[in-house]
């Protein structure tokens, strides 16, 4: 698949070095610009461009920059990708650590993810939020293996959630159905799931004890 990803951090870093592995045809962008990225294309053979081309003939989309970088993305950002496209979001609100207070998502009730929709004008995918960089690269198990670790993905696009859901079982891993962008909380920081490095039936579990509070750590 032609795959753009959006921020060239652990996650997208490593997940340049997994899905180029895999035959992807992967683009590649961050904040600093395409000279930056030098080593990592020659690392993994991606191409290196602007945020504003990311996404251009793109069936998949990984959004993973800082939330309070999403608004900074350029305007329209995904109106050259692929019909059908499915975007990944894997961020997540840090308030105190990282993101300053973000109103519609302390006062409005907003999942992060709704929150990143609204931005983006379309429907996310919300996976990879709670995983281990490292875990991408290490952690790859054969599908029926015991120590296969399970991704929780949340969704409102039912199609695009199954083209993830599939790229993931590529990747290594299971997945668990979350529900739908409303639900993502059950995936947030603070919750029982994330970082969980388990199987499909911890998983579930630990999403079912999810409580909607958000934890004080985690708000502004």
Do not use: C
Not at 67 to 88: F, H, M, Q, R, Y
Not at 140 to 166: F, I, N, Q, T
Not at 175 to 188: C, F, L, P
């Amino acid at each position: 698949m032609k795959i753009g990803i959006i921020g060239a951090g652990n996650i997208g870093g490593n997940l340049t070095r997994r899905l180029t592995a895999l035959g992807h045809e992967v683009s590649v962008a961050n904040s600093r610009g395409p000279e930056s990225l030098k080593a990592l294309v020659e690392e993994t053979g991606a191409k290196a461009v602007t945020a504003a081309e990311a996404a251009k003939g793109a069936q998949v989309v990984v959004v993973t920059v800082p939330l309070k970088s999403v608004p900074a993305l350029p305007a329209g950002l995904l109106d050259g990708a692929a019909e059908g496209v499915a975007v990944i979001d894997t961020g997540n609100y840090y308030p105190q650590q990282r993101d300053g207070r973000i109103d519609a998502i302390e006062d409005g009730g907003l999942t992060e993810s709704r929150w990143t929709e609204q931005h983006l004008g379309h429907r996310v995918v919300k996976a990879f939020n709670g995983t281990y960089a490292q875990d991408l690269l290490e952690r790859p198990r054969p599908a029926g293996d015991p120590e296969r670790l399970a991704v929780p993905v949340a969704s409102d696009d039912e199609a695009a959630k199954r083209v993830v859901r599939a790229l993931i079982d590529e990747l290594g891993f299971d997945t668990v159905d979350a529900g739908g962008i409303d639900d993502s909380w059950r995936q947030q920081p603070g919750t029982p799931v994330y970082g969980l490095r388990e199987g499909v039936a911890a998983v579930t579990r630990a999403l079912a004890e999810a409580s909607p509070e958000r934890p004080a750590a985690h708000r502004a």
